[in-house]
């Protein structure tokens, strides 16, 4: 699959805000006293980090792509 710049540059963009997201979950998860609440965020890191594998797959087909060309 081909991607146009801007797409690989709003992945970058989603990348990041989801980095600054997974960052935060696991820093106040270590407040939280409420177990319910730890349990929720627990479930935000562990999707933050799929997502962010995903990503990553992505921008790296993207740079192979870019690197062909």
């Known amino acids: 699959m081909n991607y146009a710049l801007h797409e690989v540059l709003e992945v970058q963009e989603m990348a990041a805000f989801k980095t600054v997201c997974l960052t935060k979950s696991k820093t106040m ?10 349990e929720i965020m627990q479930q935000d890191v562990d999707l933050s980090t799929r997502q ?4 990553t797959s992505i921008l790296s087909k ?4 870019l690197g062909d060309e």
């Open 62 to 65: 993207a740079n192979q792509q």
């Open 29 to 38: 998860k270590a407040l939280v006293t409420d177990q319910r609440l730890k």
């Open 52 to 55: 962010l594998q995903e990503y």
